[in-house]
């Protein structure tokens, strides 16, 4: 089945402990994607990928690190976690060509104390 | 910058009747694509329909279908006969094409079908 999966999916953390949320696909897709989801703001983009060793800042990348050492993962970093940074986070993967479709991994709910 | 704005933060509609919701976004180019997406209280993102911006007949995928603008910008997406399964939040979303690979999202219109 084709999907994007996120782990974990549920996380509580303490501010200033690192963590690193997985995202993973198997379509073999060349971009790939992190957002941000608050209550008033929508999705914001974090940081985006066009294919391996290829990365780029999003509109809110402060305090995030990305990698993408190969074609099917992508895992969003926080070095030092903030109670700002409390979220619901979305990782995304398309093909680059044309008006493909986005494809969303089912969300990780990251909380912050 | 580019921005999207939706200026409907929630909405309701009876079911089997017809809802509108709306988006305006700003842009300078000429070429992009516009999407709304569904998300039902799973969080699950689902696209539900996408449009040129070069084309000029509007999008439909079965009840769903936009009233594209582009001169004014505006970007609206009707649900007929809506169903108890179209409650959810509805977000539009910009991305310029080819170029920047961003994507740009409204704040969400949350839609509550009636039963």
């Known amino acids: 089945e084709a999907q994007v999966t996120q782990n974990p999916r549920y996380l509580i953390t303490v501010t200033g402990k690192k963590l690193t949320v997985t995202c993973s696909q198997n379509?073999?897709?060349?971009?790939m994607s992190w957002y941000r989801q608050d209550p008033g703001l929508g999705l914001r983009q974090i940081y985006y990928?066009?294919?391996?060793?290829?990365?780029d800042k999003g509109d809110v990348p402060e305090g995030y690190k990305v990698s993408r050492k190969e074609k099917r993962n992508f895992p969003l970093i926080l070095e030092s976690p903030s109670p700002n940074q409390t979220s619901l986070y979305f990782c995304?993967?398309?093909?680059?060509?044309?008006?493909?479709?986005?494809?969303f991994g089912p969300g990780t709910r990251l909380t912050v104390l | 910058a580019q921005t999207v704005t939706q200026s409907q933060p929630e909405m309701s509609v009876q079911e089997a009747e017809t809802v509108t919701l709306s988006c305006t976004y700003d842009?300078?180019?000429?070429?992009?694509?516009l999407f709304w997406y569904k998300q039902p209280p799973s969080r699950q993102m689902i696209l539900v329909i996408r449009?040129?911006?070069?084309?000029?007949q509007n999008a439909t995928e079965n009840r769903f279908s936009v009233n594209f603008q582009k001169a004014a910008k505006s970007f609206s997406l009707k649900i007929s006969d809506s169903q108890l399964g179209d409650t959810a939040m509805y977000f539009c979303?910009?991305?310029?094409?080819?170029?920047?690979?961003?994507?740009?999202f409204g704040t969400g219109t949350r839609l509550k079908v009636l039963a």
């Open positions: 379509m073999n897709h060349e971009y």
């Open positions: 995304a993967s398309r093909f680059l060509a044309g008006g493909q479709t986005q494809y």
């Open positions: 842009t300078s180019e000429n070429n992009y694509y």
């Open positions: 979303a910009f991305r310029v094409d080819p170029g920047t690979y961003k994507y740009i």
């Open positions: 449009q040129e911006a070069y084309k000029q």
């Open positions: 990928s066009m294919n391996v060793e290829v990365t």
